[in-house]
């Protein structure tokens, strides 16, 4: 029995001092103490989940800087304790094979626990009839894209696939980008000879999101269905969430740091520069931002994960020198989420640490099926703990990160708070930033998808 003494546990309810037991795996209501573990000064948070990540995927003629051992070993160091990872269906390929795929990359490598949404990209009655497979297979949530020509569903696709995973109770995440119109303006854009990394916002405006999300919204109102708006990042977005809202209609909202703290200006950078912050959707202006963390402060955003999905600056965001369509999408940022959250978020005053809970434990545990054993230092639950050390001062340094990349997009940042130590399942699996227990991760079999 390990005894973490002298903390403050935080859940969405509040601050509460007590001790918190670790009774082997499992959280405990009191007992003897092996061991003491003197926390004072610290909060201690329910382990962080990261319900949004692209592990060791093959995308644009390359594969992503973190494979799932460099991937998960950076989010326990920063205190997240469970990762979901999209397991994507290749075109005239079965869901079966795809979630074989992405076992075979993750099994036995992860650092923390881990689990799989299923990427759905061939809409067809045998992918139908797949989808109850994947739930007793323990994936029970979603995904579906409305860009990228090798990935998105068409209108009647979405449609039906948002009635029949709500039929399973399940949540739908939407990739809410209009295709066509992007595709329109990129070629426009490559026409006229703008091919720098500082045309990919252009490419993408805010109406691309805002009418995605409007139209999802109406397909789910249609069809029926649980829609999930993946990394929100638009107040057009949101002012379609908050009009469907206002109408009783039921919608998991996300959105990730880039959008909370960097602006669409950083792709003017010189020397190529701003290629390392291509994503998409893209960063946006101040205003996108700051109604955003006016969302964040009225509890209107449920969750805050990362869209992790690294590429080295050197040799992989290079390929799109000369086209700004060709640099690969995404940022890294699976390690510094808890701790960028917690600066700008709780020392900035904007939400208290309770609000923090809320949005990296506990509603993704709700939302996909891990409440009961993850998301509360409540007995009974995996013990996951994190001591959270709001004293600390520091900044974000690329050559001192545990993610494989060369390079962090908050570069110099500097941070408040950060996790002093990392139990999984009771034992010590980071301290200090540092991941000193690799490969202890265990597959997430999630029963049911939405209890809560």
């Known amino acids: 029995m390990i005894v973490l003494r002298g903390g403050t546990v935080v859940s969405s309810h509040g601050l509460e ?4 037991y670790m009774d082997g795996d499992r959280l405990a209501a009191g007992g003897q103490a092996d061991e003491v573990v003197d926390v004072s000064g610290c909060l201690l948070f329910p382990g962080f989940i990261d319900s949004h990540t692209h592990l060791d995927m093959p995308v644009s003629g390359t594969v992503t800087a973190d494979d799932f051992a460099s991937g998960t070993g950076a989010a326990i160091a920063g205190g997240t304790t469970v990762i979901l990872d999209f397991a994507t269906q290749d075109r005239g390929h079965t ?17 923390c626990d881990y689990g799989f949404h299923m990427a759905v990209t ?3 009655s045998a992918t139908r009839r797949e989808l109850k497979d994947m739930a007793a297979a323990g994936v029970t949530s979603f995904k579906a894209y409305m860009a990228y020509d090798n990935l998105r569903l068409d209108d009647q696709a979405l449609g039906e696939l948002l009635a029949c995973t709500g039929e399973l109770g399940a949540w739908l995440g939407v990739h809410c980008e209009l295709g066509d119109r992007v595709t329109e303006r990129v070629s426009a854009l490559l026409g006229r000879g703008l091919t720098g ?3 990919h916002p252009v490419s993408r405006p805010n109406d691309v999101e805002g009418d995605a999300v409007a139209r999802l919204l109406a397909l789910a109102e249609a069809n029926g269905g649980l829609p999930w708006v993946v990394h929100l990042s638009t107040r057009e977005g949101l002012a379609a969430i908050e009009k469907a809202r206002g109408a009783g209609r039921r919608v998991l909202v996300e959105t990730c740091p880039q959008y909370l703290t960097l602006t669409e200006e950083l792709y003017s950078l010189p020397d190529f520069a701003g290629a390392g912050y291509v994503c998409s959707p893209p960063l946006r202006s101040a205003q996108d931002r700051n ?14 994960s990362t869209d992790h999905c690294s590429f080295n600056l050197h040799g992989q965001k290079e390929l799109g020198r000369g086209d700004f369509s060709r640099i690969p999408n995404g940022l890294p940022g699976i390690e510094q989420r808890p701790a960028l959250i917690w600066t700008c978020g709780v020392s900035a005053g904007r939400i208290g640490p309770e609000d923090m809970c809320r949005m990296l434990s506990e509603a993704p545990a709700r939302a996909f099926g891990l409440w009961g054993r993850k998301g509360a230092l409540e007995p009974g639950f995996d013990a996951d703990v ?8 520091g900044a974000v340094r690329a050559g001192t990160q545990q993610m494989r990349c060369d390079y962090s997009p908050w570069e110099g940042y500097p941070l408040t708070g950060r996790a002093r130590s990392v139990y999984l399942r009771g034992r010590k699996t980071a301290e200090n930033g540092r991941c000193i227990r690799p490969g202890g991760g265990q597959y997430l079999r999630r029963a049911s998808a939405l209890t809560e």
């Not at 994190?386 to 001062?393: F, G, M």
């Open 17 to 20: 001092r007590r001790d918190v």
């Open 95 to 111: 869901l079966a094979e795809a979630l074989d795929v992405w076992h075979g990359r993750a099994d036995g490598r992860c650092a």
């Open 122 to 124: 061939d809409w067809n």
């Open 197 to 199: 990394p500082q045309w």
């Open 291 to 304: 109604a955003l963390w006016r969302a964040v402060s009225a509890g209107e955003i449920d969750i805050l």
């Open 386 to 393: 994190v001591v959270w050390d709001p004293a600390y001062r």
